[in-house]
């Protein structure tokens, strides 16, 4: 009987073991991770997320997300691999300064970043050159400037790709990638190298 009792009681704990490891990963999914951007003040242009980059260090995690500060170049390393999840809210801030020099954070103007997953931009499987990784390019900036933009409207492109093509959707990566950087106030547009 004390074998008995025994057996049970490793069936048990095996079966609450693989409920656990059964139900974690959705418990972990449910709370969304998402993205919070800060980017230099005013910025208007392509910045480049470069992804699994074993170099590169991880992503701050900050209120239940990861910070990606993007320098003026546009150019940001990560060793961590890309979270797509279609509930995630991402939030976009512009790093600022106060006239006495303290440094604040105040919100991208929402009509300056795309809504969805890829905010308009696209992924592509390697870094143009840029070391080891894949990349994500996504475009800031006003719709007026963005509609002059290549690319910067990722979406509207498999839209117009679908029209031409009989409904597909996958389209090969791009023959040339978008120069990350802060556009010249100028107001001419970035060309694709």
């Keep these: 009987m004390d074998t008995c009792n025994r057996n049970n009681h490793k069936t048990s704990c095996i079966c609450a073991l693989l409920l656990f490891v059964s139900v974690a990963p959705q418990c972990a999914l449910a709370k969304s ?37 993007v320098p003026e170049s546009g150019i940001c390393r990560t060793s961590y691999l890309r979270v797509h999840d279609f509930r995630r809210r991402d939030m976009f801030y512009y790093r600022s300064q106060t006239p006495n020099g303290m440094e604040m954070l105040v919100p991208v103007p929402s009509e300056y970043v795309m809504p969805g997953d890829s905010h308009g931009g696209f992924g ?70």
Excluded: C
Aim: hydrophobic residues 35%; neutral net charge; charged residues 15%.
């Design 124 to 193: 592509v499987m390697d870094t143009g050159g840029k070391g080891p990784g894949y990349s994500w390019f996504i475009f800031f900036g006003p719709p007026q400037m963005r509609a002059k933009v290549p690319l910067a409207n990722w979406n509207q492109v498999v839209e117009e790709y679908q029209e031409t093509h009989g409904g597909r959707t996958r389209i090969d990566s791009p023959v040339s990638y978008p120069t990350p950087g802060r556009m010249p106030s100028t107001g001419a547009v970035p060309h694709v190298h």
């Design 33 to 69: 991770l998402h993205y919070t951007f800060i980017i230099p003040d005013k910025y208007v242009g392509w910045v480049q997320i470069i992804f699994n980059d074993p170099g590169a260090t991880e992503f701050v995690l900050r209120n239940g997300g990861y910070q990606i500060d």
